[in-house]
């Protein structure tokens, strides 16, 4: 089955406008899932949580990228807005063969834009604790953090580690 026709037999009514509307509201909520790497930020099951805090000196800081999300709804989303689109294109065997192209090509830019947007500065932090441990923190880029700086090196009991002033 042509994939316009699986689209349009998926969601009767729905014009290409309305298509692309939902593929926008899908890449938006992708971006809203994404999980926070902040120091600054707590999980839902870290609050009211016991964490053990030992302090430390700041041994270097160096910037680094987390990278970005890749699920299926960036794959996805971009695949109906390319099909959409492409079926805008040509008519019969072409029409057909636009659509899948473009079906291809959006779900392979849907991929890449979900990871883009996903992506997130970070600092990289070498911290030697009091008792003489060295540990690194890979944490967003969201507080200040310099060599010679006296940190808070805070545990949960998940294991996630964070610096903090």
């Known amino acids: 089955m042509e994939i316009k026709k699986l689209i349009i037999k998926t969601l009767p009514g729905f014009s290409h406008s309305v298509m692309i509307l939902l593929v926008v509201i899908i890449a938006a909520y992708v971006t809203g899932c994404a999980s926070s790497r902040s120091g600054e930020v707590y999980s839902r099951d870290q609050a009211r949580q016991v964490q053990i805090v030992e302090n430390g000196t700041v041994e270097s800081v160096k910037e ?7 699920t299926p709804i960036g794959i996805a989303a971009g695949g109906v807005a ?19 192209l473009g079906a291809l090509a959006g779900a392979a830019a849907g991929t890449l834009v979900e990871e883009g947007i996903t992506r997130k500065p970070a600092l990289e932090i070498i911290v030697k604790k009091d ?23 805070i545990t949960a009991a998940d294991g996630t580690t964070r610096v903090s002033k």
């Open 82 to 100: 390319g099909g959409v689109l492409g079926s805008t294109i040509g008519s019969g065997s072409g029409k057909t063969v636009a659509v899948v």
């Open 64 to 70: 680094v990228t987390i990278e970005g999300t890749k």
């Open 131 to 153: 008792n003489g441990q060295t540990l690194v923190v890979v944490q967003e880029a969201d507080i200040m953090i310099a060599a010679g700086d006296r940190v808070r090196i």
